[in-house]
């Protein structure tokens, strides 16, 4: 495996420790810029806003661009907002900063998986990919306990900080280790109408809208998550980085059994995902005994990435397999969950039901994207009625997994 493979999952790990870090942050960030706690959490929908905004407009727009050089500016505008971002006096800088920052992030998204692919043979793609995404777990892991703890102690500032510091570390590896490259061929002559003409298939917007309901059915609680188990479940402050790491444990489990399940089996896949959710969500809900909700989001994270996997397969299946803005849009429709969820359980707080609220509030966004699903399900079996069987001469397309 190319060394640059394994610098550009490094880079991911800056980004996505930036991404979820604030859930830790919350309190600490409320307190010092003088908002309400449901305020600070849409710092998290920003975040999503300019991913749902970036990751389409981007994966076009940088099609033409040499890679290496989009990566570099790319990864210097993220870090340059976290700086401002680290210096900002108020909310409301602190809060066009996350935008810019998603922004870059979605186009480094969208840039390294295509510099990723090139660098390895085809045979290879898959576990390069692997490399790359293996960034994300690793900062539900480390990265965003780590964010957290060093935002308790230290100030949420020293946390943006650190975030910057190892974005710059993330230059000099793309700068020593990515080769130049330019777009391929095949790639320059993208039709961009072509591409648009899959969104016309209704079952294609299904699809995203069942990633969308579930990423929300997570983020409701999970952008809530330290002051439910502090204040509602006696969590000490200091416990929840260890807790963020046992979601990040969750995490890699669910995301390595629900790798494995997706291709064959994507609907009971994401029936078991979203079922064991649901089930963990409302033991938050009732719950005021710290160990019951500890294990309870250990369960909620290797559920949420369980489903992952089949959430894509689904997705580029009802799609044919190949559309590029498909790609795109499913990291905006994870980012649409992002967005929706936080704002929905901030409402619930703000409403004054209390922070147990939101897992109730993830609950019913859960109950939603199984009602969706079942439709898709529907849907599904009703076309393989009228579907011929395959010939032995057909290939069978296996859509890979973001």
């Not at 420790?17 to 305020?39: K, Q, R, W, Y």
Request: net charge positive.
């Amino acid at each position: 495996m190319p060394l640059a493979v394994f610098v550009l999952g490094l880079s991911i790990f800056a980004l996505g420790t930036s991404e979820f870090m604030i859930t830790g942050l919350l309190p600490g960030m409320a307190a010092d810029l003088g908002v309400s706690i449901p305020d600070a959490g849409l710092l998290i929908s920003a975040f999503a806003v300019g991913m749902v905004v970036g990751a389409p407009l981007l994966a076009v727009g940088t099609l033409k661009l040499p890679r290496r050089t989009t990566l570099l500016a790319l990864l210097a505008v993220f870090a340059g907002s976290h700086v401002v971002g680290a210096l900002a006096p108020g909310y409301g800088l602190l809060f066009a900063t996350r935008i810019v920052s998603a922004l870059a992030c979605a186009g480094f998204w969208a840039v390294a998986a295509a510099t990723t692919v090139s660098l390895v043979p085809a045979a290879r793609r898959g576990r390069a990919l692997a490399v790359l995404v293996g960034g994300l777990t690793v900062a539900n892991i480390a990265g965003v306990p780590a964010g957290t703890f060093l935002g308790q102690h230290a100030g949420w500032r020293t946390a943006f900080w650190a975030v910057a510091a190892l974005t710059v570390v993330a230059v000099a590896g793309v700068l020593a280790f990515v080769p130049r490259t330019v777009s391929d061929s095949s790639a320059l002559r993208v039709r961009v109408r072509t591409e648009l003409r899959v969104f016309r298939n209704g079952r294609v917007w299904l699809a995203l809208g069942v990633i969308a309901l579930t990423q929300a059915m997570v983020f409701a609680t999970f952008s809530y998550l330290a002051p439910l188990l502090t204040s509602a479940d006696g969590l000490p402050s200091s416990g929840v980085p260890l807790v963020l790491v046992l979601f990040g444990v969750g995490a890699v489990i669910g995301i390595l059994a629900g790798g494995k399940l997706a291709d064959g089996r994507p609907f009971p896949t994401l029936y078991g995902s979203l079922g064991l959710a649901v089930a963990a969500l409302i033991a938050l809900a009732v719950t005021s005994d710290t160990v019951v909700a500890v294990v309870a989001v250990l369960v909620l994270g290797a559920a949420a990435f369980a489903a992952n996997p089949a959430l894509n397969v689904r997705a580029y299946s009802v799609a044919g397999g190949s559309s590029t803005l498909v790609g795109a849009s499913t990291t905006s429709g994870f980012n649409v969950g992002n967005t929706a969820g936080p704002w929905a359980g901030g409402v619930a707080i703000n409403a004054g039901l209390g922070f147990p609220s939101v897992a109730w509030v993830s609950v019913g966004l859960g109950g939603l994207a199984l009602t969706a699903l079942t439709f898709a399900l529907r849907l599904q079996r009703s076309d393989d009625a009228r579907r011929p069987a395959l010939s032995p001469e057909e290939p069978v397309i296996r859509p890979a997994t973001r």
